[in-house]
């Protein structure tokens, strides 16, 4: 079984600067301090933001079935501000996930906004079929209203 949703937020913010979050490290950095709810910690194991960087991200307790994942980033372009991050351990493939992955895509619509877009690929057996109602966009959305709040906050003081 194969799955894909997917989650738009426009930002009154221009594409770059909110790629120079999504597209490093920086996101990571900015959802251990910003978002208690969603992760409890990040720690970068291993690389420095471009492709092959693994994180590992323990979840705050009370999230059914979930503990930790560890997320490796697999592809990074910059010049259309697309970033891919597979979970390789942990997290959704406990639960009988073959494939989950994050692709974290920044869109232009004008010099002075751009949308984030946060899309989920699945891939699960037949047997595990009913597991892919635990997927939404839930946090994906919480993520996306938290940096880009985060951001205009940031430009209002500058």
Not at 9 to 33: F, I, Q, S
Not at 109 to 119: F, G, L, M, V, Y
Not at 120 to 125: G, T
Request: glycine share 8%; hydrophobic share 45%.
């Amino acid at each position: 079984m194969h799955g894909e949703l997917l989650h738009e937020l426009e930002v009154g913010l221009p594409a770059g600067v909110v790629w120079e979050v999504y597209g490093t490290l920086e996101l990571a950095n900015l959802m251990g301090k910003l978002l208690p709810n969603i992760v409890e910690k990040i720690e970068l194991v291993e690389g420095d933001g471009e492709v092959g960087t693994v994180l590992h991200v323990n979840f705050p307790r009370g999230i059914p079935g979930l503990t930790s994942c560890k997320y490796k980033f697999v592809m990074i372009d910059d010049e259309r501000r697309v970033k891919d991050v597979d979970m390789f351990e942990g997290g959704f493939l406990d639960l009988g996930f073959n494939l989950f992955r994050y692709r974290l895509e920044i869109v232009e619509k004008d010099a002075d906004s751009s949308i984030i877009r946060s899309t989920i690929f699945y891939e699960l057996d037949d047997e595990h079929s009913a597991e892919a109602s635990l997927v939404n966009t839930q946090a994906v959305a919480t993520i996306a209203q938290v940096i880009s709040e985060h951001l205009m906050e940031k430009k209002a003081k500058a």
